[in-house]
């Protein structure tokens, strides 16, 4: 489930929609074998309206799943190894956003090519920003 949502927030970071039909397929499939977790159901809602061609659109379902993914992975700790949590302000007109990545370089799933690498890590035991 984790890996399916790293590849779309990927694509998302590069500006690509191809594809993230049957990625966001996978990743309910996935998801659903997990419910009643912390996170799941918001994974599984967002996962379903991921895909087509409108990128704003699938942006916006992508944070839902950010949302859920956050909770669940605080709920496993054993998976966070490797993965940080990113916070951009600029996300969404100001709103900001939250996402999950591999440890690393930032790449923005929300802004993509306009601004690649806004954002800032933060712990797994940070206060989340309200988004």
């Not at 996978?26 to 996170?39: D, F, V, Y």
Request: net charge negative; glycine share 14%; proline share 5%.
């Amino acid at each position: 489930m984790v890996d399916a949502y790293l590849t779309i927030g990927d694509a998302l970071a590069h500006d690509q929609v191809d594809g993230l039909d049957e990625l966001g397929s996978t990743l309910t499939k996935a998801a659903q074998t997990k419910r009643g977790e912390p996170g799941v159901d918001a994974i599984v809602q967002g996962a379903s309206h991921l895909g087509g061609q409108d990128l704003a659109a699938t942006r916006a379902a992508f944070e839902e799943v950010s949302t859920g993914m956050i909770e669940y992975l605080h709920a496993h700790p054993e998976q966070q190894q490797g993965r940080t949590i990113v916070h951009c302000p600029m996300a969404f007109g100001g709103k900001g956003g939250v996402w999950v990545q591999p440890a690393g370089k930032v790449i923005n799933p929300y802004e993509g090519s306009r601004m690649l690498h806004c954002g800032d890590k933060l712990g797994w035991d940070a206060e989340l920003p309200a988004t």
